[in-house]
């Protein structure tokens, strides 16, 4: 039996990592939270060409849907925070996850916020979020989503804790498999 995928997609500073630390605490079977940045902290510190970058940043995510996969199909829950900035990283996880299996969160935050709190934090390049917002949600379907402007992190694990056993059926990630696969989908 594979394990349940909650899978937190939001742009940079959106608040993803901070509802992934609420959930551990109040979710009642095992997770493991699998953030991309924790992958990205892992590769060698030191200065790469411009040239190599794009696609040592593609096995690097192209490595951790790979990761999350296996987790799950061990049978482990797993809560993933991610941005599905570009295409490809949404249509590799629909080949890999089984998809009535995934939890697909939409955590929404505005861009004014967004920019305040990538000030406050200091580590990611100005406007990052910004130019994600465009197309980390462009796919446009959601099983649960959350503002975290107008919610805590704690208040926003509790409405995914409770919706859990109330998820619509077939699933969002089930959904947009289908389209995927459908001609013109």
Same mark, same amino acid.
């Given at each position: 039996?594979?394990?349940?995928?909650?899978?937190?997609?939001?742009?940079?500073?959106s608040?993803?990592?901070?509802?992934?630390?609420?959930?551990?605490?109040?979710?009642?079977?095992?997770?493991?939270?699998?953030?991309?940045?924790?992958?990205?902290?892992?590769?060698?510190r030191?200065?790469?060409?411009?040239?190599?970058?794009? !696609? $040592?940043?593609?096995?690097?995510?192209? =490595?951790?849907?790979?990761?999350?996969?296996?987790? &799950? /199909? #061990?049978?482990?829950?797993?809560?993933?925070?991610?941005?599905?900035?570009?295409?490809?990283?949404?249509?590799?996880?629909?080949?890999?996850?089984?998809?009535?299996?995934?939890?697909?969160?939409?955590v929404?935050?505005?861009?004014?916020?967004?920019?305040?709190?990538?000030?406050?934090?200091?580590?990611?390049?100005?406007?990052?979020?910004?130019? !994600? $917002?465009?197309?980390?949600?462009?796919? =446009?379907?959601?099983?649960?989503?959350?503002?975290? &402007? /107008? #919610?805590?992190?704690?208040?926003?694990?509790?409405?995914?804790?409770?919706?859990?056993?109330?998820?619509?059926?077939?699933?969002?990630?089930?959904?947009?498999?289908?389209?995927?696969?459908?001609?013109?989908?």
């Amino acid at each position: 039996m594979s394990g349940r995928i909650i899978f937190l997609n939001g742009t940079s500073s959106s608040g993803k990592s901070s509802i992934a630390q609420e959930l551990l605490m109040i979710l009642d079977e095992p997770y493991f939270h699998l953030p991309v940045d924790a992958f990205h902290a892992m590769r060698t510190r030191r200065e790469y060409p411009p040239e190599q970058v794009e !696609q $040592l940043l593609r096995r690097t995510w192209a =490595g951790f849907h790979r990761a999350v996969a296996g987790m &799950a /199909a #061990a049978g482990n829950n797993i809560v993933v925070d991610h941005v599905l900035s570009q295409p490809w990283r949404l249509a590799d996880c629909l080949e890999l996850f089984v998809p009535e299996d995934v939890v697909l969160v939409g955590v929404h935050c505005p861009p004014a916020e967004l920019e305040r709190r990538e000030r406050a934090r200091g580590d990611r390049p100005e406007g990052l979020a910004a130019g !994600q $917002l465009a197309q980390v949600h462009a796919h =446009g379907v959601y099983d649960i989503e959350c503002d975290t &402007a /107008a #919610a805590t992190p704690a208040e926003c694990a509790r409405r995914i804790a409770e919706a859990l056993p109330l998820l619509p059926r077939p699933t969002a990630f089930t959904r947009l498999k289908h389209a995927a696969a459908t001609p013109g989908g």
